[in-house]
């Protein structure tokens, strides 16, 4: 029986995107009433998109078995999309087996929050989520595909491609990963090394083999930060193969994932046996099963704004309520790093996601009664691939768990709710996760100290001027101010003050990676200060308490919201690193609780 909270959440969701749902539905039903597309184009148009196709070019003009086509966010810088360089060629030949013809309709950007980290560079990731769906409209927009294959992985390039995979929701769409990179040095041994650093006790030389010992192949960084994250809930929410997430790259059983990933976009095309569009994928009940997978598993809090705003592209509107009331009810079921000291490559041996969604359903916090690219019903995620005799199979999945100190069952979850909470209060609306941080942490009241960007955080923190307890606030960080970087930089600062034994929390209107968490911070702080929000109104002194147990946020000095809003001069957020192009997307950003989008 389904949960009554699981019920109640979902019905309220379908109850207040009923118009702009109904709206949506009816412009896919209008799209996919006119059929494949290619033979509509002009002769000329047909020779110009067939041109260049080779051994495919043929049967592109004279045949209607289906073409498949692929957007890709290859590139070899990154080692999550460098395994994506063989992937077209594995697609054609898979297509061709089926009778099929697939072509690379276009690519996508794909940027690292790692490697911009606490760089100018970094006030573009957020906003690259919106050009990756503008560019995978522009590479779908010549109209000659019947069924789509999108190649990503990573933060914003996921968001992006579900964003623009709504738009085009008349076509099936099949997501394929890359997989995680072997296990390096432990994501905790790597941690200390970075706190070390911070603190002056090891030099650069000592950190960069660490991070060199880390991230040591192609594949997704093996914690379970927003990567990985999203490779769970595209699982969760039925565009992936079950059980494919986390197979490691370059191996014979990621290769026949792909393969059968090709076929089956063929095959659920309106040229197929069994059409299903991204638009009957994608519908209320999946965006909540992805917030249910969100919480079991610890997921990144940046899902809190990229689920909002894909949902939105396939007229469903949610609430960050939404996502404090179902983690209630949702048990912590993994622990994997930052979370644990286990990495992704761990979990998915322990039983991984086939294991949990089992357990899932079984206690009836998952919508069994879902389509997904594999036909109706979840049930099939309980699933895991097997090579026998070179031919891909599924058999049963874990039927318990094969590391408890990694994944355990409903009946013994490592928490009894998934962590994360909704904050509200004087200061406006937040969100904290609270799945890393030990319960005496849960309730932080302290003065604030104010800053307007983290390297002003660093700086005090190596002139030692943190010696008592402290909430610091990091304003202006938000979408309309520079973009909403991520404020990772600040996690070993922040650690080591807490280690210490002061009392420590991070109040923002930015964002925090999915691979922080030890120590409590109310961050997505609505409205912004940009927007005059209160956050712009505090002064150093002033006694804040964040609790994430009652899911308040509260100034506790007097008088704060009388003061004027504190201005900062953001000029400098306007150029070098590219950002002089994205000057209008600060302009028409939404709020970070409506999915902080520009387009």
């Not at 790259?249 to 040229?271: K, Q, V």
């Not at 960050?320 to 993994?334: I, Y």
């Not at 509260?554 to 704060?560: L, N, Q, R």
């Not at 400098?572 to 387009?599: K, M, P």
Request: glycine share 12%; hydrophobic share 45%.
């Amino acid at each position: 029986m389904l949960n009554q909270t699981v019920a109640r959440v979902t019905d309220r969701i379908i109850a207040r995107s009923s118009a702009g749902r109904a709206e949506y539905l009816g412009r896919m039903a209008r799209a996919a009433q006119d059929g494949p597309a290619r033979a509509h184009l002009s002769c000329s148009g047909q020779a110009h998109a067939y041109a260049a196709a080779g051994p495919d070019q043929e049967a592109l003009a004279t045949q209607s078995a289906g073409n498949i086509g692929i957007v890709t966010a290859y590139n070899d810088m990154l080692s999550a999309h460098q395994p994506f360089e063989r992937y077209p060629e594995l697609i054609r030949a898979a297509a061709r087996a089926a009778g099929g013809t697939a072509q690379v309709a276009g690519g996508v950007p794909a940027m690292c929050d790692g490697v911009t980290q606490g760089t100018a560079g970094m006030e573009l990731s957020l906003f690259s989520r919106d050009v990756i769906a503008l560019a995978a409209g522009v590479a779908l927009s010549h109209n000659t595909f019947d069924t789509t294959v999108y190649l990503g992985v990573c933060d914003k390039i996921v968001p992006g491609l579900v964003i623009a995979a709504q738009v085009f929701g008349h076509l099936p769409a099949v997501f394929l990963p890359a997989g995680p990179m072997t296990s390096g040095i432990s994501n905790d041994e790597k941690a200390q090394v970075r706190q070390k650093f911070a603190a002056g006790e090891v030099d650069r030389a000592a950190l960069m083999k660490a991070e060199m010992g880390a991230y040591h192949g192609p594949g997704t960084c093996t914690f379970y930060g927003t990567a990985n994250t999203n490779q769970m809930l595209m699982e969760f929410m039925g565009l992936h193969l079950p059980g494919s997430s986390f197979v490691n790259p370059n191996t014979p059983l990621r290769d026949a994932l792909t393969d059968a990933g090709a076929r089956r976009a063929l095959s659920i095309s309106h040229l197929g046996n069994e059409y299903i569009p991204t638009s009957q994928v994608l519908d209320e009940k999946a965006f909540v099963n992805g917030i249910v997978g969100l919480h079991a598993t610890g997921g990144s809090t940046n899902l809190l704004i990229h689920l909002v705003a894909m949902a939105r592209a396939g007229g469903i509107i949610l609430d960050w309520q939404d996502f404090s009331d179902l983690a209630d009810v949702t048990p912590l079921l993994a622990r994997v790093y930052p979370n644990g000291l286990a990495d992704v490559n761990h979990f998915h041996a322990a039983g991984g996601l086939g294991f949990m969604m089992g357990q899932l359903l079984s206690a009836g916090l998952l919508h069994e009664d879902v389509k997904t690219i594999m036909g109706p019903g979840l049930d099939r995620y309980t699933r895991e691939p097997r090579l026998k005799d070179g031919a891909l199979t599924w058999e049963a999945g874990a039927a318990e768990t094969l590391n408890d100190r990694i994944l355990r069952p409903v009946t013994d979850p490592f928490q009894p709710t998934g962590g994360l909470q909704r904050l509200d209060g004087a200061l406006g609306a937040a969100v904290t996760k609270v799945s890393a941080v030990k319960p005496e942490h849960h309730v932080i009241e302290a003065p604030v100290r104010v800053f307007h960007d983290q390297e002003a955080v660093k700086a005090a923190y190596q002139a030692g001027e943190f010696v008592e307890d402290v909430i610091v606030v990091v304003r202006f960080q938000g979408p309309k101010a520079n973009g909403m970087p991520e404020l990772h930089s600040l996690t070993p600062v922040l650690a080591n003050l807490q280690a210490r034994g002061l009392k420590v929390a991070l109040v923002t209107d930015g964002r925090m990676s999915g691979a922080s968490g030890k120590v409590l911070s109310a961050i997505h702080v609505c409205p912004e200060a940009v927007d005059g929000g209160a956050i712009a109104k505090l002064r150093d002194g002033d006694i804040l308490r964040v609790d994430a147990a009652k899911g308040r946020l509260d100034i506790m000095t007097e008088g704060v919201l009388e003061r004027d809003c504190v201005t900062a001069d953001l000029t400098a957020n306007g150029f070098g690193q590219g950002r002089e192009l994205f000057n209008h997307f600060r302009t028409l950003v939404g709020s970070a609780d409506t999915g902080a989008s520009s387009i």
